[in-house]
């Protein structure tokens, strides 16, 4: 089954740690995201990667960072910096070629990171 | 930039129609999208509007008109599983971005 797969489900950060979560997907999509949810708000988009090896800025990239190394995978990683880290965060991709309507994104479940 | 409202919560009846409206003020998109969220869940793709007019899908149809910055969604035959929270978001023009609403939260009572 194709899909966008999120790890992990649940994470716990300590205070000025740095942690990881993980975004695969086996779609064959060009284009993938970072969103960030907070209860009672938006989708807020943190970074996007349109290509392997390249990556730009969202609204709030501020005390984030990614890779983008292979296609099917795009890590993001909440660093110290990050002062208010919890909050539901969610992976999209979609395809960028090909006929039909190419910009529909389709999501992963989601990791909620808390902070301890 | 781009300004999406929705209401934030509404109530309906099972077996009911409910219509979720969305206004938006942007400089220009290339299209409007309606996800479903149950919570704690992902986003789905519910529906995509280029032109304006209505597409239907089912039980829900979504309509768009660009010149009066508005779209809503429309539920028909409301049942107890479509209680959740529904978001409308642009495409950016020259973009494949996309720009959410707060989203409306949906409940659906017997």
């Known amino acids: 089954d194709g899909g966008i797969t999120q790890s992990p489900k649940y994470l716990f950060r300590k205070e000025g740690q740095n942690v990881t979560l993980s975004c695969e997907q086996n779609l064959n999509h060009d284009a993938m995201y970072w969103y960030r949810q907070d209860p009672g708000q938006g989708l807020r988009l943190i970074y996007y990667?349109?290509?392997?090896?390249?990556?730009q800025k969202g609204d709030i990239a501020e005390g984030y960072s990614v890779s983008r190394e292979k296609k099917e995978s795009f890590p993001l990683t909440v660093t110290s910096a990050q002062k208010n880290p919890t909050a539901f965060y969610l992976c999209?991709?979609?395809?960028?070629?090909?006929?039909?309507?190419?910009?529909?994104?389709?999501f992963g479940a989601g990791t909620r990171l808390s902070v301890l | 930039g781009q300004n999406i409202d929705q209401p934030t919560e509404m109530t309906a009846t099972e077996g009911a129609i409910v219509q979720i409206n969305c206004t938006y003020q942007t400089s220009g998109f290339n299209g409007l999208f309606w996800y479903q969220q149950h919570a704690g869940e992902a986003p789905t793709f519910l529906s995509y509007?280029?032109?304006?007019g209505l597409e239907e899908k089912g039980r829900f149809s979504s309509f768009l008109s660009r010149s009066k910055g508005y779209s809503y969604l429309l539920l028909k035959e409301l049942q107890m599983k479509d209680s959740a929270s529904y978001l409308c978001a642009l495409s950016g023009a020259g973009s494949y971005q996309l720009t959410f609403g707060k989203g409306t939260k949906l409940s659906v009572i017997p």
């Open positions: 999209a991709s979609h395809r960028t070629t090909g006929g039909g309507y190419k910009n529909i994104q389709y």
């Open positions: 990667s349109q290509i392997v090896n390249d990556f």
């Open positions: 509007n280029v032109l304006d």
